[in-house]
C-alpha cells in the first residue's frame, strides 16, 4: 500500500509541475461548456423533454462533462505505448510491481489533481451562470464512488489499447479509431439518453458509457443500481483482458533500437 500511495503521488506532483497548463485547461472546457450548453438549450425551443432530460439537466450535464473530461482522461493515452516504443518497457516489467498496478496507482493520484483543479472551476462557472441540478447526500455520495469506478474502467481501457504498441510500430490510428468511438459512446459528446431508444440500449451496455455517462447520471439522480455494478464488472473485465494480453505481448519481447 506504501507503494501504490508514493506512485499515486507522483502522478499528481507531475501534473502539479505545471500550473499553467491547467490554467488553459480551464480556459477551453470553460469555452466549449458555453457552446455546448447553448447549442443543447436550443434543442428545447420546441420541446420540454428530451429523452428523460429536462433543460436544466442537459446543462447540468455539460458542465459536468466538462468537469470530468480529464479527469477520467477519456482522450487519448499514450504512455504505455511510448515507453513500449523507445524500449523503456523491458526497465518496467524488471521491476518488482506489475504494469497495471503501476498505471493504475499513477492514475488514481493524477485523477484527483484534474477533477480538483481543472473540474471544479469550470463547473462552478456554469453553476453562477446557468440553472444546474444537484444531488443529494446519498447520490453526491454514490457520485464519488461512481467517479472512481469510472477512472478505473477508463484506466483499463486505456491500457488495452496500447498494448498493439508491442506489434505495431505507430498505434496512431488505433488511438484515433478508439477514441472516436468512446467519445461517441461515453456521453462527451450528446448524452447518451438523446440515442434512439435501440442505440442507447447499445451503449449503455458498452464499456464507455461507464467511464463518463454513469457517473453524470448518478449525480442527477437518473441512474439505476446496475448502472454502479456494470462499472464494477467492466472494471474487472477490461483489467482481465489486459493482463491476457500483456502476457501475450511480454511472452517474446524485442526492443528495437541500440
Known sequence: VRVDWEIAKRGWRRYAAY??????????????GFIQAYILLAVYRHRDVVGG??????VTYVWLVQALLMTVQVFGWQELAVRVREGSIATDLSRPIDPQRYWLAYDLGRAPYHF?????????LGALLFRLHYPTTLAAFLFVV?????????????????LPAFWLLDIRG??????SVSLFFSGA?????????WLKTVAD????????????????????GWQIGLQLVWAVVLFALGRIVLARATRKLVVQGG
Open 19 to 32: 500550473p499553467w497548463a491547467t490554467v488553459a485547461g480551464v480556459f477551453t472546457n470553460t469555452i466549449f
Open 174 to 179: 488505433v488511438v484515433l479509431l478508439v477514441v
Open 53 to 58: 432530460y429536462d433543460p436544466a439537466d442537459s
Open 146 to 162: 461512481s467517479l472512481v469506478l469510472a477512472v478505473v474502467v477508463s484506466l483499463g481501457f486505456r491500457f488495452l489499447y496500447n
Open 116 to 124: 480538483l483543479f481543472r473540474g471544479v472551476a469550470p463547473f462552478v
Open 189 to 197: 459528446i450528446v448524452p447518451l439518453a438523446y440515442f434512439p431508444a
Open 205 to 224: 451496455a458498452l464499456p464507455f458509457a461507464a467511464i463518463l455517462q454513469t457517473p453524470v447520471d448518478v449525480w442527477l439522480g437518473k441512474a439505476h
